[in-house]
């Protein structure tokens, strides 16, 4: 019997460069995930804008956020423009716009905080731990969308915060990963388990590349890596992944 022909895919539409380290994780995660499901020399059907993330970071750090909004939807029609299928955003923070950017796409958005909500359920926790950049930990739309889904946040004190949004500018973002950081890290972990935390979310793509989760008292969920896995499952044929 000849072999059952692989599924056709939908193209997949990166639209990255915030930071290009974690892009570049994206890229990997979903090639391999797509090799992983269709086996010999398969790859992902992709596209990828990565957009420069100086300005966007000075928009940030400004909250000017209206300024941060043009970049994305620029890359997201040329990604569309590209053949892409579904627009996967990849990074946590800018998804603060992703209702915005969402209503001006003819394509699925695939959200990174629906698809980490559905994982957290998934595994029966109910109360989290957040990590990420002080915009993502700080102002609600994380909080309120795992809020939606019944998951109590559980955010860093004031200083932990500072930490965690240092290192992820200053040094992940620069590819710098250190024990140092790492161990500064873990110490933030513990503290928010301490506190009831029965997961922790890495809720800035960037994370992962430094903290695998094997050393974490709790279960971890990777948004970077769920959210290429939602990205790969949309691609080969489920249309029910998580999308704005």
């Given amino acids: 019997m000849s072999p059952e022909p692989a599924p056709e895919q939908r193209v997949i539409g990166l639209l990255g460069g915030m930071s290009w380290q974690s892009t570049a994780e994206y890229y990997r995660l979903v090639n391999e995930l797509v090799a992983e499901r269709l086996g010999g020399l398969h790859s992902a059907r992709c596209v990828l804008y990565s957009v420069d993330f100086a300005p966007v970071a000075e928009a940030q750090a400004a909250q ?145 590349l430094l903290l695998d989760g094997s050393a974490a008292p709790v279960p971890v969920f990777p948004t970077t890596r769920l959210h290429a896995e939602a990205a790969v499952r949309f691609a080969l044929g489920s249309r029910t992944a998580s999308t704005a």
């Fill in 64 to 208: 000017r956020w209206d300024e941060a909004l043009p970049p994305l939807v620029e890359a997201s029609d040329a990604l569309v423009r590209a053949g892409a299928d579904v627009v996967v955003l990849c990074t946590n923070t800018m998804h603060l716009l992703a209702p915005r950017l969402a209503e001006r796409l003819p394509v699925p958005l695939l959200h990174i905080g629906e698809v980490t909500a559905r994982a957290v359920l998934a595994a029966g926790v109910r109360r989290v731990g957040l990590l990420g950049t002080a915009f993502t930990m700080e102002k609600s739309f994380y909080r309120e969308l795992l809020a939606d889904h019944g998951v109590e946040t559980i955010t860093p004190e004031a200083r932990d915060r500072e930490a965690v949004h240092r290192i992820i500018y200053e040094e992940l973002c620069r590819g710098v990963f250190t024990e140092d950081s790492r161990r500064e890290y873990l110490a933030v972990v513990d503290r928010l388990v301490a506190r009831g935390a029965q997961g922790v979310v890495y809720g800035c793509t960037e994370i992962e």
